[in-house]
């Protein structure tokens, strides 16, 4: 493999305009110079493609009817032709250093089928303005990886979604096994491919601070749906490979039980707060069934009785 492998990133873009200009130029200003850039346009009908045009032959711009995220992950890769393949949201935002990095961690380990990074959240300021943050030279640069997040990731990843999709970096090969992001999951499509990827390869994450996380009210991730999706995702992990790791790794019951019984406590407070009493209450009751100690799951289950009421 040459010192600098063709490296694909994708995009996926969907009524972005106001963002997607500065995540493309935080790949395209990247200190690394084999890279292809797929921004993938999921039916917008804001001014992203208006946007996008200044940037001419340097990137690549496939167009599909508006299908979600997953779909337009899957059609860029599709057609990226890298020997690597890196992931970016089109609000979140590449830190310099960041590609060079995560290739050259791949190349020196050829064991890991990927390798991502830590990353901030970045939040708007009073004004609802991104100013993008000033990090310490000591946080992009820091060496060596997190050695507790890192590994075969499979019985970690019960616990949480540990891998952020903007910090990913993976190999063509790990791409072609995994195959493609379930489009039928509206949320937590990314969390499904990391337990199908941890099935076939350690993972490691690098301490540096690489990527920006942009935080905002439009997020899909905070909008009340009526499927509860990290616990589909557990779920079908655990109906297709069960609670043991292809480390041997086994997590206990009684653990996943306890991060399942959030998730539903989560999903019916999101509910209680802005979506469906009659879901929250359900959910409240899913989440008793599991821990039924927890006071605070009885209080909220009796306020979404409440509010079912008025």
């Not at 997607?20 to 200190?31: K, N, P, T, Y």
């Amino acid at each position: 493999m040459s010192q600098s492998p063709l490296t694909s990133v994708i995009i996926p873009a969907y009524n972005c305009g106001q963002y997607i200009a500065m995540a493309v130029r935080s790949v395209l200003d990247q200190d690394y110079p084999n890279i292809e850039v797929i921004v993938v346009n999921d039916g917008s009908t804001d001014n992203t493609l208006e946007v996008l045009a200044q940037f001419g032959a340097r990137i690549v711009v496939v167009n599909q009817p508006n299908s979600g995220v997953a779909a337009a992950r899957n059609l860029g890769m599709q057609t990226a032709r890298g020997a690597f393949i890196a992931l970016l949201d089109a609000d979140d935002l590449w830190l310099p250093g960041k590609l060079r990095k995560q290739v050259d961690y791949l190349s020196a380990h050829p064991e890991l089928g990927a390798v991502y990074c830590a990353w901030r959240e970045w939040r708007p300021d009073a004004h609802g303005e991104f100013t993008v943050p000033q990090l310490s030279r000591a946080e992009i640069e820091q060496d060596g990886v997190e050695e507790q997040d890192s590994g075969w990731l499979y019985n970690k990843l019960f616990l949480e979604s540990i891998i952020h999709t903007t910090t990913l970096l993976m190999r063509r090969e790990i791409m072609e096994q995994v195959g493609a992001f379930d489009p039928a999951l509206r949320r937590g499509q990314d969390y499904d491919y990391w337990f199908r990827m941890s099935r076939l390869a350690p993972i490691h994450k690098l301490r540096a601070v690489l990527s920006l996380y942009r935080i905002h009210p439009e997020s899909i991730s905070h909008q009340p749906h009526r499927a509860n999706y990290p616990v589909l995702v557990i779920q079908k992990a655990l109906d297709q490979w069960g609670r043991i790791g292809p480390d041997g790794t086994e997590t206990a019951q009684t653990v996943i039980d306890g991060v399942l019984s959030r998730h539903w406590f989560n999903f019916g407070y999101l509910h209680l707060q802005q979506g469906d009493p009659k879901l929250a209450y359900q959910a409240f009751q899913r989440s008793l069934r599991l821990h039924p100690a927890r006071v605070k799951t009885w209080i909220n289950a009796a306020r979404s009785l409440v509010k079912m009421a008025l």
